[in-house]
């Protein structure tokens, strides 16, 4: 279809939906000039459409297949808008989740001229303004064939789904059972017959519908054929399933763990499955004789416990990617949750060659949903630094990252040509936005679905690895920003258990909580108290600080790592949580094990006497203190108080608080100081001059402060587009998500590329051998005050040797104050 559209990934792809068909039409064998009413069931299929209201805000999508589309997505004359509410395209609501839309006369309906040969209506039923839509369970389009007065046939027992190629609906047959088998033909055909595997079943003369139930003997695949035959024409459909024999119990082999095991000689691997509770699963894919078709030889072994599935597949190609996907009970399709690289049938085709050079193709028209790779022999990446020494956690310098809105060509070999750029700036460390395998493209990456998994979007994973070498090599550490609070539903831990009736993980979830435990949660809550969820983090934790040499995580919403349900009561959730604080020690644990000294990071605004106890452990926490710095800049300074960057004043051992004045999250303080900040007479500081001036007075402040700081990309320049910016230059809470404007031309500006250089002198100071100290002290002396328009800030060191005097004016008028220095001596204008 012509449109690209950005939708929810919900987990209900995956679900399935027995023996019931989403769309069901008359006649059933419609030709080009008949009046086809067309029915969509929305408990069906991806159920999108599923209890929407209100029932009159329901809407068609539709076009044709001709013999002149290019491809099944190549819709033609396709008669309304997506997004709109045309009159012509609303369907009518039956009531019971069902809905209607008739097409009278397809040819003249759609406008196909003469001569051009329609094949199939294409159908989506969408909410008016196309944020909902109905499709197939595996989120495809759906397709009516269209007919002509040849004789035909196809199957209505069992139903099957309305794909571009239909595929039955999940068939869960045993060996020796029975099924029913109806087929229908379009005219009276002289002679109808039924095939089970190549053998006659049943035959008929002068008959339009033809049944039997055959008792299926032999367990594997299975064809069954309708054939119809009318004045010397033979038409047929074919209708092919698996039918499984019992599993093959047997024990792990040695050594072997959860995912993808690969087996010395590069010609072999062990797949594990941890998926208790289910009956049968098989391998498909691009395997030798598998062919994305459940084959006997390709069922996995199950352990004695029930709880895995288990496969060595052997003959492979040493450096050959091969792309599978479990198959599981015959019915769902899932990725392997320990994968490493994904394809994606929806946004991979927007990824240029130039980003990511040679992505194996999709296997579109053989199977539906993400698809995992295994390579063995995969080209090994050599690293120059193998023994990083990382920065003091108590003097980082970090700057925070979003790869998409930082380069244009949003790719990791284009941000290492900027480390010079961050080097200059002071910056010691660079905190990236998430970017394990997330839903879509275009994403703040919090939308998780594959953990281990770079995200393509960004490029391959040996350039990845390339970049963290190369900041190390500076220097300069790399963390990243990881949310295992939660999971969307295209991961597998959400889709192998999953309640399609409520639209949540099922109460059996092994990992995830069938409703989150906290405020604030999105998507699906892991259930950090389970022992597959410990087992699993643990894997991720190892994975990206051994196999990528990463130097921590900052753990995106890690309050909400805890089973003590609050509800939506943000206070009670806030509060000293002991069971919560023992995950985050195991998990701390587990890091310092897997790679000692890795920045631990957590995103928490709890109660302060736990993160007192998080502190002391050796954890780092952000400390949001952005209000006050958006009130100083802008001239307001009655709430303008700075002391909430300040541990100490937290009654904190360690100067572990990272304090910011900007974040991914935050608003930024140039827009709100071109917006709405203060003025007194001529004064004003939404003059982008005078606004600039102020963040640089911030800095020095900011920067002094002792402990960890971080900073938001481009906010050395002043940037001043809102966090909320939209592409079409309007400001709207919607569009938070959107890219934002990429301006490095910023550093052309003298006043702005004196704020970076400001930025860069402050952070020279922090690291210079006469004041290093003074920053990490646990214990610093620190003088200051911080509430009012006239501040002023003094760090001295233990012996007097060291001490900084920092002051300023935040009012809009002039302020007058007495700030006694320290110690006698020379003392330098720094700035």
Same mark, same amino acid.
């Given at each position: 279809?012509?449109?690209?559209?950005?939708?929810?990934?919900?987990?209900?792809?995956?679900?399935?939906?027995?023996?019931?068909?989403?769309?069901?039409?008359?006649?059933?064998?419609?030709?080009?000039?008949?009046?086809?009413?067309?029915?969509?069931?929305?408990?069906?299929?991806?159920?999108?459409?599923?209890?929407?209201?209100?029932?009159?805000?329901?809407?068609?999508?539709?076009?044709?297949?001709?013999?002149?589309?290019?491809?099944?997505?190549?819709?033609?004359?396709?008669?309304?808008?997506?997004?709109?509410?045309?009159?012509?395209?609303?369907?009518?609501?039956?009531?019971?989740?069902?809905?209607?839309?008739?097409?009278?006369?397809?040819?003249?309906?759609?406008?196909?001229?003469?001569?051009?040969?329609?094949?199939?209506?294409?159908?989506?039923?969408?909410?008016?303004?196309?944020?909902?839509?109905?499709?197939?369970?595996?989120?495809?389009?759906?397709?009516?064939?269209?007919?002509?007065? #040849?004789?035909? #046939?196809?199957?209505?027992?069992?139903?099957?789904?309305?794909?571009?190629?239909?595929?039955?609906?999940?068939?869960?047959?045993?060996?020796?059972?029975?099924?029913?088998?109806?087929?229908?033909? /379009?005219?009276?055909?002289?002679?109808?017959?039924?095939?089970?595997?190549?053998?006659?079943? @049943?035959? %008929?003369?002068?008959?339009?519908?033809?049944?039997?139930?055959?008792?299926?003997?032999?367990?594997?695949?299975? #064809?069954?054929? %309708?054939?119809?035959?009318?004045?010397?024409?033979?038409?047929?459909?074919?209708?092919?399933?698996?039918?499984?024999?019992?599993?093959?119990?047997?024990?792990?082999?040695?050594?072997?763990?959860?995912?993808?095991?690969?087996? @010395?000689? /590069?010609?072999?691997?062990?797949?594990?499955?941890?998926?208790?509770?289910? /009956?049968?699963?098989?391998?498909?894919?691009?395997?030798?004789?598998?062919?994305?078709?459940?084959?006997?030889?390709?069922?996995?072994?199950?352990?004695?416990?029930?709880?895995?599935?288990?496969?060595?597949?052997?003959?492979?190609?040493?450096?050959?990617?091969?792309?599978?996907? *479990?198959?599981?009970?015959?019915?769902?399709?899932?990725?392997?949750?320990?994968?490493?690289?994904?394809?994606?049938?929806?946004?991979?085709?927007?990824?240029?060659?130039?980003?990511?050079?040679?992505?194996?193709?999709?296997?579109?028209?053989?199977?539906?949903?993400?698809?995992?790779?295994?390579?063995?022999?995969?080209? @090994?990446?050599?690293?120059?630094?193998?023994?990083?020494?990382?920065?003091?956690?108590?003097?980082?310098?970090?700057?925070?990252?979003?790869?998409?809105?930082?380069?244009?060509?949003?790719?990791?070999?284009?941000?290492?040509?900027?480390?010079?750029?961050?080097?200059?700036?002071?910056?010691?460390?660079?905190?990236?936005?998430?970017?394990?395998?997330?839903?879509?493209?275009?994403?703040?990456?919090?939308?998780?679905?594959?953990?281990?998994?770079?995200?393509?979007?960004?490029?391959?994973?040996?350039?990845?690895?390339?970049?963290?070498?190369?900041?190390?090599?500076?220097?300069?550490?790399?963390?990243?920003?990881?949310?295992?609070?939660? !999971?969307?539903?295209?991961?597998?831990?959400?889709?192998?258990?999953?309640?399609?009736?409520?639209?949540?993980?099922?109460?059996?979830?092994?990992?995830?909580?069938?409703?989150?435990?906290?405020?604030?949660?999105?998507?699906?809550?892991?259930?950090?108290?389970?022992?597959?969820?410990?087992?699993?983090?643990?894997?991720?934790?190892?994975?990206?600080?051994?196999?990528?040499?990463?130097?921590?995580?900052?753990?995106?919403?890690?309050?909400?790592?805890?089973?003590?349900?609050?509800?939506?009561?943000?206070?009670?959730?806030?509060?000293?949580?002991?069971?919560?604080?023992?995950?985050?020690?195991?998990?701390?644990?587990?890091?310092?094990?897997?790679?000692?000294?890795? *920045?631990?990071?957590?995103?928490?605004?709890?109660?302060?006497?736990?993160?007192?106890?998080?502190?002391?452990?050796?954890?780092?926490?952000?400390? /949001?203190? !952005? @209000?006050?710095?958006?009130?100083?800049?802008?001239?307001?300074?009655?709430?303008?108080?700075?002391?909430?960057?300040?541990?100490?004043?937290?009654?904190?051992?360690?100067?572990?608080?990272?304090?910011?004045?900007?974040?991914?999250?935050?608003?930024?303080?140039?827009?709100?100081?071109?917006?709405?900040?203060?003025?007194?007479?001529?004064?004003? !500081?939404?003059?982008?001059?005078?606004?600039?001036?102020?963040?640089?007075?911030?800095?020095?402040?900011?920067?002094?402060?002792?402990?960890?700081?971080?900073?938001?990309?481009?906010?050395?320049?002043?940037?001043?587009?809102?966090?909320?910016?939209?592409?079409?230059?309007?400001?709207?809470?919607?569009?938070?998500?959107?890219?934002?404007?990429?301006?490095?031309?910023?550093?052309?500006?003298?006043?702005?590329?004196?704020?970076?250089?400001?930025?860069?002198?402050?952070?020279?100071?922090?690291?210079?051998?006469?004041?290093?100290?003074?920053?990490?002290?646990?214990?610093?002396?620190?003088?200051?005050?911080?509430?009012?328009?006239?501040?002023?800030?003094?760090?001295?060191?233990?012996?007097?040797?060291?001490?900084?005097?920092?002051?300023?004016?935040?009012?809009?008028?002039?302020?007058?104050?007495?700030?006694?220095?320290?110690? %006698?001596?020379?003392?330098?204008?720094?700035?």
């Amino acid at each position: 279809m012509k449109k690209i559209f950005i939708v929810c990934f919900l987990l209900l792809l995956f679900s399935f939906s027995g023996n019931a068909q989403v769309l069901t039409w008359t006649p059933a064998f419609p030709k080009d000039n008949d009046n086809v009413v067309i029915t969509m069931d929305a408990t069906k299929g991806n159920q999108g459409l599923n209890n929407y209201t209100p029932a009159s805000d329901v809407y068609v999508h539709v076009g044709v297949i001709t013999n002149l589309s290019t491809s099944y997505s190549d819709w033609r004359y396709v008669r309304f808008t997506w997004g709109t509410t045309t009159a012509a395209a609303q369907a009518t609501s039956l009531g019971g989740n069902r809905w209607q839309y008739t097409i009278n006369n397809p040819r003249t309906f759609f406008s196909v001229p003469a001569g051009e040969t329609i094949l199939k209506i294409a159908i989506l039923f969408r909410s008016g303004n196309g944020n909902v839509k109905q499709t197939n369970t595996d989120g495809s389009d759906m397709y009516i064939p269209v007919y002509t007065t #040849t004789i035909a #046939t196809k199957f209505s027992i069992p139903p099957f789904q309305p794909t571009f190629f239909p595929i039955p609906e999940p068939i869960s047959k045993q060996q020796n059972d029975f099924i029913d088998l109806t087929a229908i033909a /379009n005219n009276t055909a002289e002679n109808m017959k039924l095939y089970l595997n190549g053998t006659q079943i @049943a035959t %008929a003369n002068n008959v339009n519908t033809i049944s039997a139930n055959p008792q299926l003997t032999v367990a594997g695949n299975q #064809t069954i054929v %309708a054939e119809a035959t009318l004045a010397g024409s033979t038409r047929t459909d074919t209708l092919r399933f698996f039918v499984a024999s019992a599993p093959v119990i047997a024990p792990l082999p040695a050594g072997v763990r959860d995912g993808i095991n690969y087996e @010395a000689g /590069n010609t072999s691997v062990v797949l594990v499955l941890n998926a208790p509770g289910k /009956n049968r699963v098989s391998v498909i894919g691009d395997f030798p004789g598998s062919n994305w078709i459940e084959q006997t030889n390709y069922v996995m072994n199950k352990t004695p416990d029930g709880n895995y599935w288990w496969l060595r597949i052997t003959g492979l190609t040493p450096g050959q990617e091969y792309s599978f996907q *479990y198959l599981v009970d015959g019915a769902l399709k899932v990725g392997e949750p320990y994968a490493e690289k994904i394809l994606d049938p929806f946004n991979d085709g927007f990824i240029t060659s130039s980003t990511y050079p040679g992505i194996k193709p999709y296997p579109t028209g053989l199977t539906t949903g993400n698809v995992s790779i295994l390579q063995t022999n995969a080209p @090994a990446y050599n690293w120059t630094v193998t023994n990083f020494n990382r920065p003091d956690k108590r003097s980082l310098v970090i700057y925070e990252m979003l790869v998409r809105d930082f380069v244009a060509a949003h790719d990791w070999k284009t941000i290492r040509d900027t480390l010079s750029y961050l080097q200059r700036l002071g910056v010691n460390a660079i905190q990236l936005m998430p970017f394990n395998e997330f839903d879509g493209n275009e994403s703040w990456g919090y939308n998780p679905a594959y953990f281990l998994a770079p995200d393509k979007y960004y490029g391959p994973k040996n350039s990845l690895k390339e970049f963290i070498d190369t900041c190390h090599r500076r220097g300069i550490a790399v963390i990243m920003d990881i949310a295992l609070n939660h !999971t969307t539903g295209a991961s597998p831990l959400a889709a192998l258990y999953w309640n399609t009736t409520t639209n949540q993980p099922a109460a059996n979830n092994p990992w995830l909580n069938v409703t989150a435990t906290h405020p604030f949660n999105v998507f699906n809550d892991f259930n950090h108290e389970s022992l597959r969820t410990r087992y699993f983090t643990s894997r991720v934790i190892e994975h990206w600080l051994q196999e990528y040499k990463l130097d921590g995580f900052r753990w995106d919403l890690s309050k909400g790592f805890t089973q003590t349900n609050s509800g939506s009561n943000v206070g009670q959730w806030s509060q000293y949580d002991a069971s919560r604080i023992a995950i985050w020690k195991r998990y701390y644990d587990s890091m310092q094990l897997k790679s000692p000294g890795t *920045y631990c990071i957590l995103e928490h605004f709890a109660d302060n006497s736990e993160e007192i106890e998080l502190s002391n452990y050796g954890m780092l926490l952000w400390g /949001n203190n !952005t @209000a006050q710095w958006q009130e100083a800049t802008m001239g307001y300074a009655a709430s303008s108080n700075f002391e909430g960057n300040i541990h100490s004043v937290r009654n904190w051992s360690n100067p572990y608080l990272i304090g910011y004045m900007e974040s991914h999250d935050e608003e930024r303080l140039m827009y709100k100081n071109l917006q709405f900040g203060n003025s007194a007479g001529t004064y004003n !500081t939404k003059d982008l001059n005078t606004a600039l001036k102020r963040m640089e007075q911030a800095a020095a402040f900011f920067f002094n402060i002792p402990g960890p700081k971080m900073m938001w990309q481009f906010g050395e320049l002043g940037y001043d587009y809102s966090i909320n910016h939209c592409p079409d230059g309007t400001v709207n809470t919607n569009c938070r998500l959107s890219n934002k404007p990429i301006r490095w031309d910023y550093k052309n500006v003298v006043q702005r590329q004196r704020l970076y250089d400001i930025y860069s002198a402050l952070n020279k100071l922090r690291f210079h051998p006469w004041f290093k100290d003074v920053y990490i002290a646990n214990a610093v002396s620190i003088d200051r005050s911080l509430a009012s328009g006239f501040k002023f800030l003094r760090l001295r060191s233990a012996n007097d040797t060291s001490c900084v005097v920092v002051v300023g004016n935040f009012d809009v008028v002039q302020q007058s104050g007495t700030v006694t220095f320290p110690v %006698a001596g020379t003392w330098y204008d720094y700035l």
